[in-house]
């Protein structure tokens, strides 16, 4: 009977730990399937459709700071949802941050084409992308790191993290196809289908994430957690972990910045056409999903620490050669430049980051400190490096070296971070 009962326990909570996982990792896919969508169409939709009356130059710039709102309100939506997720638990702040980023990108899809408050909507729907968003991924990570067993962690966590690849092959593939329609159809009502089919995948989200269990760690820390501080004072008191996790996500998100952007952009420009270096790109996003993956696995064998600083290693030997590649104009190697890039050192840097930065913090601040740490990170090395790279290329008249010092600068800065200011935390136990 005993053994019976066990073997019942263990199914039960295998059981729980694989809905947390595919929970997360669909999260994840939403969020950055939306992001995608957004980034693309700012540059090549709500230009004409929203800023009609600006001139084209500064209608682009006016949807890229739509674009922008969203990335600052991210880690307000990171204490906010910390906050909460810490007191009421991460199940029911994850429905909450789903169904808010799901709903506004699928409204964003039927916004009137009206300049005026129709640009105003579209500002509005963004910010709360980026709240809900600055609550999805620290929570969705979490709700896996939680539930998985100890020698699983990491490769539970990365799930996550790989959602953000297969989210954004998803969107470039959706918009991709509605790409194909006229242009004028495609300005007038295409674009729009890629946002309402959110909506689509917001109800097969929450279909999975009301069946997950909140986490069994929460469950035991949360007879504490009312008689404790309110947890963004506690980390905000104590914010070493924080700005430790801060820099040593920074890399990995300019990384990704860097060749998502300015890498498509300087191919296309040397002789490789704009749909061949998108195709390139889509390729790279998809081999960064086992990439991510395999890197998780690997650091439940070898330690976070080995793996991430392995990654960042590649990506500052390879910075120069990957540079090369791109300004070749030849297929095969722009690919191999952004493989290189983004599957391999990018892929592999970030593969342990969910479960590395989960065992940074306490239980009772752990959704706070982790959502604030990753989402500042986000803002400055996602949301910034497209701005510094195009000043540093304007003001070097189209050269990379400077470019290449940026990059690798920011390689050796997070990995020193890494090696000096954290320990091993492959064994830690996250009840403790």
């Known amino acids: 009977m005993a053994l019976a009962n066990t073997t019942a326990e263990q199914t039960r909570r295998g059981t729980g730990a694989r809905r947390a996982v595919l929970s997360s990792f669909l999260g ?5 399937y939306d992001f995608a969508l957004y980034a693309t169409a700012s540059s090549l939709v709500f230009g004409p459709v929203f800023f009609a009356s600006l001139s084209p130059l500064v209608a682009t710039v006016a949807s890229y700071a739509t674009l922008a709102a ?45 300049p005026t408050w129709g640009a105003t909507l579209l500002v509005l729907l963004r910010v709360v992308q980026g709240v809900a968003i600055g609550g999805e991924w620290g929570g969705a990570a979490l709700l896996s790191a939680e539930h998985a067993p100890e020698h699983r962690r990491g490769l539970a966590a990365s799930f996550t993290t790989a959602g953000a690849p297969t989210g954004t092959v998803l969107g470039a593939v959706a918009l991709a196809l509605a790409g194909l329609l006229p242009a004028d159809q495609f300005l007038s009502w295409g674009w729009r289908i890629p946002f309402l089919f959110s909506a689509v995948l917001l109800v097969v989200g929450l279909f999975v994430r009301t ?4 986490s069994p760690v929460f469950r035991a820390a949360a007879p504490q957690a009312e008689r404790r501080r309110p947890p963004f004072i506690e980390v905000l008191r104590r914010p070493r972990a924080v700005i430790v996790v801060f820099l040593s996500c920074l890399a990995g998100f300019a990384i990704q910045a860097m060749f998502a952007t300015y890498g498509v952009t300087y191919s296309a420009g040397h002789g490789l056409t704009r749909s061949a ?16 993956l395999g890197a998780a696995w690997l650091s439940d064998r070898y330690g976070r620490r080995p793996i991430m600083l392995a990654g960042l290693a590649g990506m500052v030997v390879l910075t120069y050669p990957v540079f090369l590649m791109l300004g070749s104009g030849r297929f095969a190697l722009v690919l191999t430049a952004l493989v290189l890039a983004l599957a391999l050192c990018q892929g592999v840097a970030f593969g342990p980051v969910a479960a590395f930065i989960s065992e940074q913090f306490p239980t009772h601040v752990r959704y706070t400190g982790v959502s604030l740490g990753y989402q500042t990170a986000s803002v400055v090395g996602a949301g910034f490096t497209p ?3 195009a000043a540093l290329a304007a003001n070097t008249h189209g050269s990379t070296t400077a ?11 997070s990995g020193l971070v890494i090696a000096v200011c954290t320990k091993e935390t492959k064994n830690v136990t996250l009840s403790s």
Do not use: N, W
Request: net charge positive; proline share 4%; charged share 10%.
């Open 403 to 413: 470019l290449m010092v940026y990059l690798v600068g920011l390689c050796l800065g």
């Open 387 to 389: 701005l510094v790279v």
């Open 277 to 292: 270096a998108l195709l390139a790109f889509a390729i790279s996003q998809a081999l960064a999903i086992p990439g991510t």
């Open 211 to 214: 069946k997950v269990a909140e």
């Open 70 to 114: 969203g990335f600052v309100a991210r880690p307000v939506g990171g204490l906010v949802f910390g906050h909460f997720g810490d007191r009421l638990g991460r199940k029911r702040m994850l429905v909450v941050s789903m169904t808010a980023m799901g709903a506004a990108s699928a409204l964003i899809g039927v916004i009137p084409a009206v």
């Open 28 to 32: 994840s896919t939403i969020e950055y």
